[in-house]
C-alpha cells in the first residue's frame, strides 16, 4: 500500500449534472507522480479531492490508511501532512517573502528556521526575503511557493499547473528545483498538468480524459 490511495472517487456538479471525475482508483506509493490531461478533463478536480480541498460525491480518500474523509481531522492534514502548490502562486501579498513562506508554520505554530534556512538556499530566494510578492518575476514567486509548501516537512505536495505561468526557462528550473526538493526531503509529489515535456521527471504518470483514468504507466529507469 502507498501512503495515499483513493478508491472510486467521483465528483459531481449539481448544476448542469457535470460529472467531472468518474469513478478513479489510485495507489500513489512515494515518488514523483503527474497526472496529464487537456483542459476541463477533471484532473484538478481530482487533486483538490485528494488534497482534501474538495469533498467528493462518492468514493474514498485514504492516507496512511486512514479514510481522510471520515476519521481524519482535515485542517491538521491541511497544516502538517499535506502542501499545496498552484499554478497562480497565491502568495498572500500584504506580507514579504519570509512570512509568505513561514506562514504555515505560523498557523500550525511550529518553530521551523532551520528547514526555512535550508529551502531559501536551495532555492536560491535568499536575496528576495524582505521584498513582496509583487516585486518578484513569476520563476521566483513559485520558488516562494514551494518553499511554502515544504516548511513544514510534508509527507504529500500536491501542485496544480504549477509552470502554467512561467517561460520555458524557468519551467525547467522551476521544475527541477520541487523535483529535487520532494525528493530531498522525502515528500511524495502529485502534480497535473497539460504539458507534456514535465512527463520526463515522472516517476509514475496518468492520463486522464472526460474524467477518467485510461492510463496508468510506472517508469523505472527508463522502462514501462
Known amino acids: 500500500m502507498g ?9 459531481t456538479y ?4 457535470v460529472q467531472a471525475v468518474k469513478d478513479v482508483s489510485i495507489d500513489f506509493e512515494r515518488g514523483i ?13 481530482l487533486l483538490h479531492m485528494l488534497g482534501t480541498l474538495e469533498k467528493p460525491s462518492s468514493g474514498d480518500v485514504f492516507y496512511h490508511e486512514v479514510n481522510v474523509y ?21 502568495l498572500i501579498p ?11 508554520a505560523y498557523i ?16 536560491g530566494i535568499g536575496k528576495n526575503l524582505k521584498q513582496m510578492p509583487e516585486t518578484l518575476s513569476g520563476g521566483e514567486q513559485q520558488r516562494v511557493a514551494i518553499a511554502r509548501a515544504l516548511i513544514n516537512g510534508p509527507d504529500i505536495i500536491f501542485a496544480d499547473e504549477p509552470t502554467g505561468n512561467l517561460d520555458e526557462i524557468n519551467k525547467d528550473i522551476v521544475m527541477d528545483l520541487l523535483v529535487s526538493s520532494c525528493k530531498e526531503f ?39
Open 108 to 123: 500550525a505554530k511550529k518553530h521551523e528556521m532551520n528547514r526555512f534556512n535550508d529551502l531559501v538556499e536551495k532555492l
Open 14 to 17: 449539481p448544476q448542469g449534472h
Open 186 to 224: 522525502n515528500s511524495l509529489l502529485i502534480m497535473v498538468t497539460h504539458d507534456y515535456d514535465q512527463l520526463k521527471y515522472a516517476d509514475y504518470r496518468y492520463t486522464m480524459r472526460d474524467g477518467r483514468m485510461l492510463l496508468h504507466e510506472e517508469d523505472s529507469n527508463g522502462s514501462e
Open 70 to 90: 471520515k476519521e481524519a481531522a482535515l485542517e491538521d492534514l491541511r497544516q502538517n501532512h499535506f502542501g499545496f502548490i498552484f499554478q497562480s502562486y497565491n
Open 33 to 45: 507522480h503527474i497526472i496529464m490531461g487537456k483542459s476541463g478533463c477533471g484532473k484538478s478536480t
Open 3 to 11: 501512503i495515499l490511495r483513493c478508491t472510486g472517487l467521483s465528483k
Open 94 to 104: 500584504e506580507i514579504n517573502v519570509r512570512d509568505n513562506i513561514l506562514m504555515p
